[in-house]
């Protein structure tokens, strides 16, 4: 893999190899098809499930703390969960849909969370200053 663009479908190209079809839960590749039959409640809990990941994630790691690269995480956590569904066989639908909502919500959390973003970057530069430098 040298591109990102070559993760997700090595990752798929992985599972056909490790894993018998007859011993693995199903998968859903089209995305927007499991949303419009997504009741309400699962649609909403999908979006809250990285809430966390995008308030703290560009708080805690300055180099991620852009709305895109927070989504890209998101997307990533939530690719290794919807693979775990398919190999492990919860009963589930391993589904793009629900990667999509829960970068969504991640995504959406970080726009609520960029204010915050300055301050504490100010307040890890203020606190740089302050400390008193080494004489060798």
């Given at each position: 893999i040298n591109r990102p663009e070559q993760l997700i479908p090595s990752a798929l190209a992985a599972m056909r190899v490790l894993t018998d079809p007859a011993e693995t839960g199903t998968v859903s590749l089209v995305p927007l098809r499991d949303v419009v039959t997504m009741p309400p409640y699962q649609i909403v809990g999908n979006l809250l499930v990285f809430v966390a990941l995008g308030l703290l994630v560009p708080l805690r790691f300055r180099a991620l703390a852009s709305v895109p690269r927070v989504m890209a995480v998101a997307a990533f956590c939530s690719l290794l969960i919807e693979i775990t569904q398919y190999v492990v066989r919860l009963g589930r639908v391993a589904?793009?849909?629900d990667i999509l909502?829960?970068?969504?919500?991640?995504?959406?959390a970080a726009l609520v969370s960029r204010p915050w973003w300055r301050r504490s970057r100010d307040a890890v530069t203020a606190s740089r200053r302050e400390q008193p430098r080494a004489i060798a």
């Open positions: 589904s793009v849909d909502l829960n970068s969504v919500g991640a995504g959406l």
